[in-house]
């Protein structure tokens, strides 16, 4: 064995030893800021979502991980399955950082042709595309990288003859890879982040790739641009598709911090163009708290697309009040898009519908049960429906005590939709109280879906085309619903709350597919 085996052989037992002596620490999901919904590692670090994959019934959910502690370093891929995208298993890390070599962001792919090799003969196997980040004698580099799996994702070999793309820089990343149906061969959409540029590539093995074009500098160019992914959206009746892509930024997002910005446009196997129609150019996500979210490989032909991001911001990641974790992720979201007469919109529907349970309506205040208002469980899932508004601002107000809350309104003076999460508790940091808010548009209805868990409030507005994701730290459990302008004339109005069963509480639920 060499010098170089023996020392990658240590890393890994190392990593191995630590991941079991995680799984073996007691966890309740029951600690303070435990999301009950959305997804969160059992302890330690995470940042974006990796490799999104649906393959033999299970969706694997990988993330950029630290096995040794709550703080970004050690970049590995953490590892989660599901059978229904909400009850999250969590097995040992995928890939673990080796030789300094850092595993960052990026895509699982179905070989189903074993186009890559690297499948038992006639057979199919996964294919892991990320970037490496590391020091190299060059210096500092990223590279695109491959490993793979013939075993459903249990366990991975990287690729003797990695990196299959180097640019010899510093920053190179994030690759999103995706099979094109119609050119019968694999695209990278990888980021050159400090040039603001999309590089698209292809390739017939994975191994090899043909630089095709670039997209961009375009829309908003500040900070660096991560995470790309180029996909295919369905309208809402699913009768038409549109091309879309969308990316990460960071900072200086309008939101302060991390952001993420979509293009819609066409792609004809080579290049990208972004579409000059009203609406082409938007926010995936109008909350200071969704970044890096990626779409699923592999879904069903006729699904509508799957979008899971890490609900964080790179401003105050490091410092968000929870342990033994640190990071979670959203939500998914079923993708589609809309075309009415305000333009085209990205529609992000969440997947939650599964965890409803006992349910009440709501009405709208009276002035004796205006002080009152609802008592809800978290998590819950609120759904309101104002009809033409009686008053320039409304919306409602979740509080945990008389002195906190979090606002979550309408206000039809400025044209905004928004979040105000000044007044909900804990401050993290002085960019985290921040009131967000997202364009209005005329024709578009004032309703208004949210998921609150533990320590977030996921929003979707106006037909779902809006969404905005913020986290929030109350310093109680307890949550009161009041809708406002509580004196006012009551507009037409409908709402409906569903407390949410926690996603931890069902494991045996999630049953798998087939062994560990
Ligand atoms: C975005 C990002 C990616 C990178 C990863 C490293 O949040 O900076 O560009 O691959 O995180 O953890």
């Not at 005329?442 to 949210?450: E, H, I, S």
Request: charged residues 20%; contains cysteine; neutral net charge.
């Amino acid at each position: 064995m060499t010098k170089v085996r023996v020392c990658e052989w240590v890393v890994t037992a190392i990593i191995a030893v630590h991941s079991l002596s995680a799984r073996g620490q007691a966890s309740t999901y029951n600690e303070p800021y435990r999301p009950q919904v959305h997804f969160s590692p059992r302890s330690n670090w995470t940042n974006d979502p990796n490799g999104l994959v649906y393959y033999r019934g299970e969706y694997h959910l990988f993330f950029q991980y630290n096995p040794f502690g709550d703080e970004w370093g050690h970049m590995s891929w953490g590892h989660a399955v599901s059978t229904d995208l909400l009850h999250w298993r969590e097995l040992p890390v995928a890939i673990p950082e080796q030789n300094g070599i850092m595993i960052f962001t990026g895509s699982v792919v179905v070989d189903r042709t074993n186009s890559s090799g690297f499948c038992a003969p006639g057979g199919e196997c996964l294919v892991a595309v990320y970037t490496g980040d590391g020091n190299t004698p060059e210096g500092h580099r990223e590279t695109q990288n491959l490993a793979y799996s013939l075993d459903r994702g249990r366990t991975w070999t990287k690729y003797e003859k990695n990196p299959v793309l180097d640019l010899h820089l510093t920053d190179f990343r994030d690759p999103g890879v995706f099979w094109d149906e119609a050119a019968r061969r694999w695209i990278m959409a990888v980021s050159l982040p400090k040039e603001h540029k999309v590089r698209l590539y292809s390739s017939t093995n994975l191994k090899d790739w043909t630089q095709l074009s670039d997209f961009g500098p375009a829309g908003d160019v500040v900070g660096v641009w991560e995470c790309p992914n180029l996909l295919r959206v369905p309208s809402e009746n699913g009768k038409e598709s549109i091309w879309a892509l969308k990316v990460g930024l960071n900072p200086g997002a309008p939101q302060g911090g991390s952001g993420e910005q979509y293009f819609f446009g066409s792609f004809d196997g080579k290049n990208f163009t972004a579409s000059t129609e009203a609406g082409a150019h938007g926010w995936t996500n109008y909350g200071k708290d969704d970044y890096c979210a990626i779409s699923y490989n592999g879904l069903p032909k006729g699904e509508k697309p799957v979008l899971i991001g890490w609900m964080n911001n790179w401003q105050y990641a490091s410092k968000v009040p929870t342990q033994p974790w640190r990071g979670q992720m959203s939500l998914p979201r079923r993708l589609s898009f809309v075309r009415d007469a305000a333009g085209l919109a990205l529609k992000q529907e969440p997947v939650v519908a599964p965890l409803r349970a006992k349910s009440f309506p709501l009405s709208w205040p009276s002035p004796s049960s205006s002080s009152r208002g609802e008592s809800a469980e978290v998590p819950y899932e609120l759904d309101l429906q104002f009809g033409h508004p009686s008053e320039p601002i409304f919306g409602v107000r979740l509080y945990s005590d008389e002195q906190h809350w979090t606002e979550i309104g309408f206000d039809t003076n400025k044209k905004e939709f928004y979040i105000d999460r000044t007044r909900s508790g804990t401050t993290v940091t002085a960019d985290f109280p921040a009131r967000t808010m997202a364009p209005l548009a005329d024709g578009r209805p004032y309703d208004l879906r949210l998921i609150v868990d533990r320590s977030s409030v996921e929003a979707y507005a106006q037909n779902s085309t809006i969404a905005m994701t913020n986290l929030i730290y109350p310093l109680s459990t307890n949550s009161t619903i009041r809708l406002f302008p509580q004196d006012a004339k009551p507009p037409e109005f409908s709402g409906r709350v569903w407390e949410l069963k926690s996603i931890w509480g069902q494991q045996s639920s999630n049953k798998q597919v087939g062994g560990r």
